[in-house]
T-cell receptor, first 112, second 108 residues
Framework: DAGVTQSPTHLIKTRGQQVTLRCSPK?????VSWYQQALGQGPQFIFQ???????QRGNFPDRFSGHQYPNYSSELNVNALLLGDSALYLC???????????FGPGTRLLVL | KNEVEQSPQNLTAQEGEFITINCSYS?????LHWLQQHPGGGIVSLFM???GKKKHGRLIATINIQEKHSSLHITASHPRDSAVYIC??????????FGPGTSLSVIP
């Protein structure tokens, strides 16, 4: 049984570009949450998807958007990248919104 | 003031020492998680607590709901315990808030 998987593992972009990160939840899970973790800091909640809809959102600008597909996989899109968007982006899945989350290995994004 | 705080921020210990990492929070919660993050970013969930105490191997986690405080203890620490330990709370509104993490280094 595969756990949470994310792709790509690493990514380098330049300012102003757009990026799409992907997450496949653990088998049986239907809820996906995305987090941004800057170097040396704890993860910050971006948003959560359940039943293909954004259910909760943290304090992130509209440049950060997402999508959940019928197979529960999810994408995180970031437009007009800024240098400050450089971080580790973590995806976590759970069964329903109230259960224990399982984390993926993360995608490390570097914006130059 | 952060809603979830941890202490200490950094910790260096000799192999075999007993280690305690503290977490305090200021919001109503339904559960508290202790997570371990190794260099490279992968996060592993160690414990989920809503009351009392849990033990797994050399790791012990306790929570005091009234005092809004939790501790993670590592007995007989080992260099492979070196990692960042993160306390995360799930609020009564299903929002997850992470602490800043405690960076632990265990020296042989």
């Amino acid at each position: 049984d595969a756990g949470v998987t994310q792709s790509p593992t690493h990514l380098i972009k330049t300012r102003g570009q757009q990026v799409t990160l992907r997450c496949s939840p653990k088998s049986g899970h239907d809820t996906v949450s995305w987090y941004q973790q800057a170097l040396g800091q704890g993860p910050q909640f971006i948003f959560q998807y359940y039943e293909e809809e954004e259910r909760q959102r943290g304090n992130f600008p509209d440049r950060f958007s997402g999508h959940q597909y019928p197979n529960y996989s999810s994408e995180l899109n970031v437009n007009a990248l800024l240098l400050g968007d450089s971080a580790l982006y973590l995806c976590a899945s759970s069964f329903c919104t109230q259960e224990t989350q399982y984390f993926g290995p993360g995608t490390r994004l570097l914006v130059l | 003031k952060n809603e979830v705080e941890q202490s200490p921020q950094n910790l260096t210990a000799q192999e075999g020492e007993f280690i305690t990492i503290n977490c305090s929070y200021s919001v109503g919660i339904s559960a508290l998680h202790w997570l371990q993050q190794h260099p490279g970013g992968g996060i592993v969930s160690l414990f989920m607590l809503s009351s009392g105490k849990k033990k797994h191997g050399r790791l012990i986690a306790t929570i005091n709901i009234q005092e809004k405080h939790s501790s993670l203890h590592i007995t007989a620490s080992h260099p492979r315990d070196s990692a960042v330990y993160i306390c995360a709370v799930k609020t009564s509104y299903d929002k997850v808030i992470f602490g800043p993490g405690t960076s632990l280094s265990v020296i042989p």
